[in-house]
């Protein structure tokens, strides 16, 4: 395992070079800030929400790999004063999906700051989050020797046509996204790296219905205190060394978790959808963009009568989707 994380160092570094720095106000990072990394794409709809929600939870800075926008994302993202910007046309794809760009990124600005890697339709949900920053929550687990923070990914959907309600810039996406599925979920422990296999929810009732086991994964960790030694092997579902995979208690117990609120199904998803298929830049032959252009052609609704409503964390964990452990 030490030398296949050595390995994915190495193509980090190679892949580097593909990026040009936009602007890099990584110099304004200060010991103990929290910073977010993430990859994105013709996002700006998404984006005023998007900062400001995490800006709201207490990331101090923002390290954001534009992938050729055409949308105007990477200007307003370079307009931000808290927010740090590269841009490249390389390869989605031959970059393990923008692995190799994170963690390049975050082997060089990284280094001793508790990190969040995330999507700009993943919105992080934990333990107190509605009264206590996420300081709180990294200073926790700092007093508790822990590095890593598992999430599940909650996929997010409306009640009626996904394509029903507009979506604003600077709405809050969770306004026209406010169902999921409180069960449907399998778990199975990866032997190789020790994390949980976890797949379910809308995307495998609807899309992958007949498949199960090809639906997209929904186990995550995306928050860890990092290390250049660190790496991520497959997107943020797993990591090198492998002991921060164990995001959960082997022995029957419960470990503090958290849920990314994924709020993909909004008005704009059929496009994208269209969009990723045409490239052909994601996963497995970008099966998962087939199966969604299928059914949005003929179904574009997620919406089922045993679907809740979603109301904030402390339900989540009621239901047993998170949970906040030993925190009180």
């Known amino acids: 395992m030490r030398l296949r994380r050595k390995r994915h160092q190495v193509r980090a570094f190679r892949k580097h070079f593909a990026l040009k720095p936009v602007v890099n106000r990584t110099a304004r990072i200060r ?19 998007f900062l400001r929600y995490y800006r709201n939870l207490g990331v101090a800075h ?43 990124l975050q082997r060089k600005y ?26 709180a929550l990294t200073d926790w687990l700092d007093t508790s020797q822990v590095r890593s923070f598992g999430a599940m990914l909650l996929d997010m959907y409306p009640k009626g046509r996904i394509d029903a309600v507009p979506y604003a810039p600077g709405q809050d996406p969770i306004e026209i996204t406010g169902w999921f599925d409180p ?35 929904l186990n995550k960790t995306p928050l860890v ?19 921060l995979n164990l995001t959960y208690d082997e022995w029957g117990g419960e470990k503090a978790s958290g849920i990314l609120l ?13 969009e990723e298929l045409a490239r052909g830049q994601h996963y497995s032959g970008s099966v998962e963009y087939k199966a969604y252009a299928e059914n ?10 045993w679907s809740e409503k979603y109301i904030n964390w402390r339900q989540l964990e009621i239901l047993g989707l998170m949970s906040k452990g030993n925190w009180a």
């Open 225 to 243: 205190k990092w290390h250049r030694k660190y790496t991520y092997i497959s997107s943020t579902h797993m990591l090198l060394p492998r002991g």
């Open 296 to 305: 949005v052609r003929s179904n574009s609704e997620l919406w089922c009568k």
């Open 31 to 49: 010991p103990g800030d929290i910073l977010l990394f993430s990859t994105l794409r013709d996002e700006f709809v998404r984006l005023p929400y």
């Open 110 to 135: 990284g280094h001793g700051h508790w990190t969040l890697v995330v999507d700009p339709d993943e919105f992080f949900i934990y333990p107190f989050c509605d009264t206590r920053p996420i300081r």
């Open 62 to 104: 923002f390290v954001i790999v534009d992938n050729d926008s055409t949308d105007g994302s990477r200007e307003y993202l370079a307009d931000q004063p808290d927010v740090s910007v590269w841009t490249t046309k390389a390869s989605y794809k031959r970059s393990k999906f923008g692995v190799d760009w994170l963690n390049w």
């Open 183 to 217: 069960g449907n979920y399998m778990i199975e422990k990866n032997k190789q790296y020790g994390n949980l296999w976890i797949q379910g929810g809308p995307r495998s009732r609807v899309f992958f219905a007949d498949r199960p086991k090809k639906a997209p994964a």
């Open 262 to 274: 994924h709020a993909k199904f909004l008005d704009t998803f059929a496009a994208k959808a269209q």
